[in-house]
């Protein structure tokens, strides 16, 4: 069996671990960052066709980490690490050439790590992953930062790979997995794709959030959710839309009929009568 298969505590799917492995395969760096170790699975990966790693994670990797002599293990907050890493990599004239973002997963996480990435001297001519693009709060993250205005950016895609929809305990109807890849200091700056936006293809995650919240909503109703109800789901979301859809016309509709009346010359001229009613009722409470 290929290791891709391996049961192995490796939090990406079989995919992303070949796909992870493919761009190692052609990059293979002098230097390499990764930004979420946990269990170490990402980063065996990347030591094995890296000349030298920086793991930087907020817990300590498990002990036989320490076996792979290429890799440097800093243990805290990207946040304070990784602009250190940086400077230091920058100090001994050293380019990184690949990193894999998969730390803190908030959107102001990822944002500063991209930052951080983005301003530093050390980041040139670098391929940059990023694990789970396909989720809500990384996806925010990288929107905060203007990419098309970043002049070492040559390569963009948020896409690269799609992530899934889990229907699991843990991660019930969350979204999560999938790369982007950002290249930087490529000869040419063809392919940006700022927000996402590909003029060729719908992006995953536009087609299946909607569908996420279709199911979730399902569940509030207290109907079935589940890999045979998207359909299901749809339906109902749809019936929704077409009920406030209805419900709107029919609302524009009583608003032109109303004030068909109340711009009408007999409105106008039925005025005194009202405003009589109107002092006639007040005089009686
Ligand atoms: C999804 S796991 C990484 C999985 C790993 N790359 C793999 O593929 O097996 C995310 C890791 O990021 C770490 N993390 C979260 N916030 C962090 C931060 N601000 N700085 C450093 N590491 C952080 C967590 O401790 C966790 O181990």
């Given at each position: 069996?290929?290791?891709?298969?391996?049961?192995?505590?490796?939090?990406?799917?079989?995919?992303?671990?070949?796909?992870?492995?493919?761009?190692?395969?052609?990059?293979?760096?002098?230097?390499?960052?990764?930004?979420?170790?946990?269990?170490?699975?990402?980063?065996?990966?990347?030591?094995?066709?890296?000349?030298?790693?920086?793991?930087?994670?907020?817990?300590?990797?498990?002990?036989?980490?320490?076996?792979?002599?290429?890799?440097?293990?800093?243990?805290?907050?990207?946040?304070?690490?990784?602009?250190?890493?940086?400077?230091?990599?920058?100090?001994?004239?050293?380019?990184?050439?690949?990193?894999?973002?998969?730390?803190?997963?908030?959107?102001?996480?990822?944002?500063?790590?991209?930052?951080?990435?983005?301003?530093?001297?050390?980041?040139?001519?670098?391929?940059?992953?990023?694990?789970?693009?396909?989720?809500?709060?990384?996806?925010?993250?990288?929107?905060?930062?203007?990419?098309?205005?970043?002049?070492?950016?040559?390569?963009?895609?948020?896409?690269?790979?799609?992530?899934?929809?889990?229907?699991?305990?843990?991660?019930?109807?969350?979204?999560?997995?999938?790369?982007?890849?950002?290249?930087?200091?490529?000869?040419?700056?063809?392919?940006?794709?700022?927000?996402?936006?590909?003029?060729?293809?719908?992006?995953?995650?536009?087609?299946?959030?909607?569908?996420?919240?279709?199911?979730?909503?399902?569940?509030?109703?207290?109907?079935?959710?589940?890999?045979?109800?998207?359909?299901?789901?749809?339906?109902?979301?749809?019936?929704?839309?077409?009920?406030?859809?209805?419900?709107?016309?029919e609302l524009a509709e009583l608003q032109r009929a109303f004030d068909e009346v109340t711009t009408s010359k007999s409105w106008r001229l039925t005025a005194p009568l009202r405003a009589t009613a109107r002092?006639?009722?007040?005089?009686?409470?």
């Open positions: 069996m290929i290791s891709t298969f391996d049961i192995m505590p490796w939090q990406m799917d079989p995919g992303e671990r070949a796909a992870l492995e493919g761009l190692l395969c052609q990059i293979r760096p002098n230097l390499s960052i990764e930004i979420g170790t946990a269990d170490g699975g990402s980063l065996r990966s990347i030591a094995q066709y890296s000349g030298h790693v920086h793991s930087v994670d907020l817990a300590a990797p498990p002990d036989d980490i320490n076996e792979l002599t290429n890799v440097t293990v800093h243990t805290g907050d990207s946040h304070v690490l990784l602009p250190e890493v940086l400077a230091q990599s920058a100090r001994d004239g050293q380019n990184v050439d690949f990193v894999l973002v998969d730390g803190d997963h908030t959107p102001d996480g990822v944002e500063r790590d991209t930052r951080d990435l983005l301003a530093s001297a050390a980041v040139n001519r670098t391929v940059i992953v990023f694990h789970d693009t396909m989720n809500d709060a990384v996806r925010a993250g990288l929107a905060h930062v203007d990419i098309e205005a970043e002049p070492k950016v040559t390569h963009y895609d948020p896409d690269f790979l799609a992530g899934r929809l889990h229907y699991r305990s843990d991660l019930h109807h969350q979204l999560w997995g999938g790369f982007g890849v950002m290249v930087l200091g490529a000869a040419s700056r063809s392919s940006i794709r700022p927000s996402g936006v590909d003029p060729t293809a719908y992006a995953t995650y536009d087609l299946v959030a909607p569908v996420r919240d279709a199911l979730v909503a399902q569940e509030r109703n207290g109907d079935p959710s589940g890999p045979s109800w998207v359909r299901h789901a749809l339906r109902l979301s749809r019936a929704g839309d077409d009920e406030l859809l209805h419900l709107r016309a002092l006639m009722r007040n005089g009686r409470t």
